[in-house]
């Protein structure tokens, strides 16, 4: 019968810690959002974002630029500006100050959970 020594366990007593803390430090993911990537939507009021870890509010957000507009060949990227963000759990919501105009949008998002780490994405979606 072998007996496990105090030197044998030193190792696995120093990474114990490290295991026990990697859930923690998970990075939020984009699950869903409303509007869908490169979906066709009717003139949104909301934006709503849901991600896998509960966010850090102040530190989470969007940027979204319209693209496109119909009609209009030459349209420069226009930003939207006047929305108000916030985070509740997991779920960004995005109040928009009127429903979007039709047109193609381009949105990037960034998000902060507890590890502190800000994790980007974008996506783009249009209005009909």
Do not use: C
Request: hydrophobic letters at 45%; glycine letters at 6%; a positive charge.
């Amino acid at each position: 019968m072998s007996r496990i020594t105090f030197p044998r366990l030193l190792p696995l007593a120093a990474i114990l810690p490290f295991l026990a803390a990697s859930p923690a430090l998970a990075h939020p993911k984009l699950l869903s959002s409303t509007p869908a990537a490169d979906s066709s939507v009717s003139k949104p009021a909301t934006i709503v974002l849901n991600f896998s870890e509960t966010l850090v509010g102040p530190l989470s957000g969007i940027d979204l630029v319209m693209t496109g507009m119909p009609g209009m060949a030459n349209h420069k990227p226009m930003p939207i500006k006047g929305f108000t963000a916030n985070a509740d759990g997991k779920t960004l919501k995005v109040a928009l100050p009127r429903p979007l105009p039709a047109g193609s949008y381009a949105l990037s998002w960034h998000a902060v959970a507890a590890d502190q780490h800000r994790i980007e994405g974008s996506f783009t979606f249009t209005v009909k």
